[in-house]
């Protein structure tokens, strides 16, 4: 299977309410790597390399686990580098 590599950039009421520990232990019912951080100007990102169909899960995972406090999701998709070992937050 294709690795891929996905940046989520999620909007919203997502600082300050357990969002990057939340994707972090949903990470772990996935075969995913890499990280969570939160931005300066209040957005939180997602860093994730695994396959196409583990990435939608995890990242869907995250959309329901935290729906009250996403307000629009951004993504972007291209190959994979294996850059990371584990998922993280930063």
């Known amino acids: 299977m294709e690795l891929q590599r996905a940046t ?7 600082q300050g309410v357990g969002f990057r520990y939340a994707a972090m232990e ?6 995913v790597s890499g990280f969570v ?5 209040g957005r939180v ?3 994730v390399e695994g396959e196409a169909a583990e ?4 990242i869907a995972s995250i959309e329901e686990r935290m729906q009250g406090f996403i307000r629009k999701i951004e993504r ?7 850059e990371f070992r584990g998922f993280t937050i930063k």
């Open 8 to 14: 989520v950039l999620f909007h919203g009421h997502v």
């Open 26 to 31: 949903i990470a772990r019912e996935f075969e």
């Open 37 to 41: 951080q939160n931005l300066a100007d």
């Open 45 to 47: 990102c997602v860093e």
């Open 55 to 58: 990435i939608a899960g995890f």
């Open 76 to 82: 972007s998709v291209r190959t994979g580098s294996r």
